[in-house]
């Protein structure tokens, strides 16, 4: 029964013509639509995973101050 409507569900067709190939299809598409979901879960998880990650300019200015004040504690050492 569920298989039944998860071929509808992907776009099977009930025809006579066709029937014969209606499960290949099927897992074709369940394999195009499970590489699909796969992808996205891994773009959201990179997204996450970056979600407060600053910048390395802003890491650096905040560690070292700014170009300038970087060159004169440079020269007074």
């Not at 569900?9 to 590489?35: H, M, P």
């Not at 997204?47 to 910048?55: E, T």
Request: glycine share 4%; charged share 20%; hydrophobic share 40%.
């Amino acid at each position: 029964m569920m298989w039944k409507v998860w071929k509808y569900a992907l776009g099977s067709f009930q025809d006579e013509t066709t029937q014969k190939y209606d499960n290949i299809i099927c897992v074709v598409r369940t394999f195009i639509l499970l590489a699909y979901l796969v992808t996205n879960c891994f773009i959201v998880a990179g997204v996450i995973r970056h979600w407060n990650k600053q910048s390395w300019e802003e890491n650096s200015v905040e560690k070292f101050g700014t170009c300038s004040q970087v060159s004169t504690k440079q020269k007074r050492i």
